[in-house]
């Protein structure tokens, strides 16, 4: 053994130095850098973990806000549906009613025009008469004219 310390230099009273040294930077180290660090790791950790469990419990608040929304939406379109439905069967009966008064009124107007048709003709009609009864009246003055005039040509 001997043989071994003086063939590698080794000295026990630099062994011992340097087992001195290494226990106080070790103690230093662990004081100074790995208590520290060993605080700011948990705090850390700490942090993730609560920033995991919120970031669980804002995506199941999402997935519930997304199901209101879903209902909402789905609530929303039956309502819309039924409005229009309502909307169309009022249209419905609206255009039923306006058909209803337009045909009324066409009626109105085709008696209207049929009496004031009826006028026209009873007007043209009456007309008509007294031109015959006028044409008459000439045609027997002439012939009263010429009857006269010969009888008394005659005379």
Do not use: C
């Amino acid at each position: 053994m001997e043989s071994l310390i003086t063939t590698f230099h080794i000295d026990w009273k630099i062994i011992i130095a340097q087992m001195l040294n290494f226990g106080v930077v070790f103690l230093v180290l662990y004081l100074f850098a790995l208590k520290p660090l060993k605080k700011i790791m948990s705090a850390r950790e700490e942090k993730i973990t609560k920033g995991l469990s919120d970031a669980k419990t804002n995506a199941e608040i999402i997935m519930k806000t997304q199901q209101e929304y879903t209902e909402a939406i789905n609530v929303a379109k039956a309502e819309a549906h039924e409005l229009f439905k309502k909307g169309k069967s009022e249209a419905l009966a609206k255009r039923t009613e306006m058909l209803a008064q337009a045909e009324q009124e066409v009626a109105l107007m085709i008696s209207k025009g049929k009496q004031s048709l009826e006028a026209e003709k009873a007007k043209i009609i009456a007309d008509a008469k007294n031109d015959i009864v006028r044409l008459v009246i000439m045609a027997t003055e002439k012939v009263l004219e010429d009857t006269t005039d010969s009888t008394v040509k005659k005379l």
